[in-house]
């Protein structure tokens, strides 16, 4: 309610819609203490969706991602108690570490696979993946890599070698040439 209630009052006071960006969905308090926290996410969800709606807004809210689903790539399930995110949401994107897309991960034990995340969260910079798992108004199943600095707190956007070769397949390769990280 604080956060609807917000939203509307910032425009009114200054005719102009905000961005807005819920950081993250998970610690919404909700008035009713007898909801679960399932249910108490898709309530919240329902009415960010509805303000979204009502001020044809850009929202960009902030969710947990299961425990189950830390040593798998993100998919619809990843999203914590995620009953009405993956329908709700217009464009559900995830982080991830590059690791989990490993051919060696793939077929490591479970103590191996935590070695190897473990390694990977530990290395500087981390190596991120940004992957679309739903794009309601456009295409879906891209990604985006990333060298992730935390002592900074920044992501600066890195090309693999198979964005490289689709791009030379496209012919539009020639400006990027020596500055590719690889």
Not at 14 to 20: A, G, H, M, R
Not at 24 to 34: E, F, G, K, P, R
Not at 62 to 91: C, H, P, Q
Request: net charge negative; charged share 30%; proline share 3%.
């Amino acid at each position: 309610d604080d956060i609807l209630l917000y939203v509307r009052q910032y425009i009114a006071e200054n005719e102009c819609k905000p961005i807005v960006v819920v950081d993250y969905l998970q610690v919404i308090q909700n008035a009713d203490t007898h909801q679960s926290t399932r249910d108490a996410v898709d309530e919240n969800v329902r009415a960010l969706k509805q303000l979204q709606c009502d001020y044809n807004l850009v929202m960009i809210v902030i969710s947990a991602l299961n425990r189950a689903n830390y040593m798998s790539v993100v998919d619809y399930e990843s999203f914590k108690e995620s009953g009405g995110i993956e329908y709700t949401a217009d464009v559900l994107w995830g982080l991830q570490l590059e690791v989990l897309r490993d051919k060696v991960f793939e077929t490591a034990t479970t103590n191996k696979r935590r070695e190897l995340v473990k390694e990977a969260k530990a290395a500087i910079p981390r190596r991120i993946e940004l992957v679309c798992v739903k794009n309601r108004p456009g295409i879906s199943g891209y990604s985006c890599h990333f060298d992730y600095y935390p002592n900074a707190d920044y992501f600066m956007p890195r090309l693999t070698t198979e964005d490289y070769s689709i791009m030379e397949k496209r012919g539009n390769s020639d400006d990027l040439k020596g500055e590719l990280p690889f």
